[in-house]
T-cell receptor, first 112, second 112 residues
């Protein structure tokens, strides 16, 4: 059965800390891995990764994919209170048809 | 101009009632989805349509019936509502094969 597992489930840090969020996947005919940030409403897109070893970066956030070991990490440096959110990862693959399989999310709280 | 829009944003109703949620996307995507997000923030796929054809139908009670009149619209009708149906329902869309998944703002359903 396709699955995506995220760790840790929750994390509390102080402003300025660096955090690493983990996402492992087992998905038939893997195609891509996506990261989303969810605050109060809809998940908002952060990154999509399809190739191993190529880091994607946006400001203080970066992400990398390892297709051999079947995982991805999301790094946030110099955290700010505005980074407090649930971070979701999803893997796409196909077992007959394409679908996005979401993990349970990591709830990050950044304290001032 | 909202890319994926859902209405209504909030529904409060009694057990046993029937309700509908509408979704429209103006991104020109081929594929639309319904996800259910429970109180633990887990996003679970319910249905997916590609060019008006149902391609994903997960294990969902048959009280839930999706309808796609055209590829820009996907509606969800729920009969005989139960307490356990209380959740946030997200509509989403993407190209096919999938790249970035775009979410609507969600419809929070509360069944009393």
């Amino acid at each position: 059965e396709d699955k995506v597992v995220q760790s840790p489930l929750s994390l509390v840090v102080h402003e300025g800390d660096t955090v690493t969020l983990n996402c492992s996947y087992e998905v038939t005919n893997f195609r891509s891995l996506l990261w989303y940030k969810q605050e109060k409403k809809a998940p908002t897109f952060l990154f999509m990764l399809t190739s191993s070893g190529i880091e994607k970066k946006s400001g203080r956030l970066s992400s990398i994919l390892d297709k051999k070991e079947l995982f991805s990490i999301l790094n946030i440096t110099a955290t700010q209170t505005g980074d407090s959110a649930i971070y979701l990862c999803a893997a796409t693959g196909t077992s007959g048809t394409y679908k996005y399989i979401f993990g349970t999310g990591t709830r990050l709280k950044v304290l001032a | 101009d909202t890319a994926v829009s859902q209405t209504p944003k909030y529904l409060v109703t009694q057990m046993g009632n029937d309700k509908s949620i509408k979704c429209e996307q103006n991104l020109g995507h081929d594929t639309m989805y319904w996800y259910k997000q429970d109180s633990k923030k887990f996003l679970k796929i319910m249905f997916s349509y590609n060019n008006k054809e149902l391609i994903i139908n997960e294990t969902v009670p048959n009280r839930f019936s999706p309808k796609s009149p055209d590829k820009a619209h996907l509606n969800l009708h729920i009969n005989s509502l139960e307490l356990g149906d209380s959740a946030v329902y997200f509509c989403a869309s993407s190209h096919y094969p999938p790249g970035e998944l775009f979410f609507g703002e969600g419809s929070r359903l509360t069944v009393l």
